[in-house]
């Protein structure tokens, strides 16, 4: 069955760090894409980050680039997304996702429950 549990969200200051993890079935961590998307209340859900299967190629939105860093870990079948120097307007609730494509950031066609990012002025 796949499974896509994240975690590490929470509440921090502008200019503050998280780390979300997202463990994955080894049949989906090793073989799609996968990434991190993101819904701020009454917005449209948007792509932060997507990784390849093989973890060589990563893309980042605009937003976040240079301030979050998408990255697998082989060892635990986890997906990470570290975020530095956040801003108020990265809150929103966090999923991770599998399937999709990495060129588009559309058709993912697995899903985690999401984890709560907040940041606060």
């Known amino acids: 069955q796949v499974q896509l549990v994240e975690s590490g969200g929470g509440s921090v200051q502008a200019g503050g760090s998280l780390r979300l993890s997202c463990v994955a079935s080894?049949?989906?961590?090793?073989?799609?894409?996968m990434g991190w998307f993101r819904q701020a209340p009454g917005k449209q859900r948007e792509g932060v980050a997507v990784?390849?299967?093989?973890?060589?190629?990563?893309t980042y939105a605009d937003s976040v680039k240079g301030r979050f860093t998408i990255s697998k870990d082989n060892a635990d079948n986890t997906l990470y997304l570290q975020m530095n120097s956040l801003k108020p307007e990265d809150t929103g609730m966090y999923y991770c996702?599998?399937?999709?494509?990495?060129?588009?950031?559309?058709?993912?066609?697995?899903w985690g429950q999401g984890t709560q990012v907040t940041v606060s002025s």
């Open positions: 996702a599998a399937g999709g494509s990495c060129v588009t950031f559309r058709n993912f066609r697995w």
């Open positions: 080894r049949d989906i961590y090793g073989n799609y894409c």
């Open positions: 990784i390849v299967a093989d973890g060589t190629t990563k």
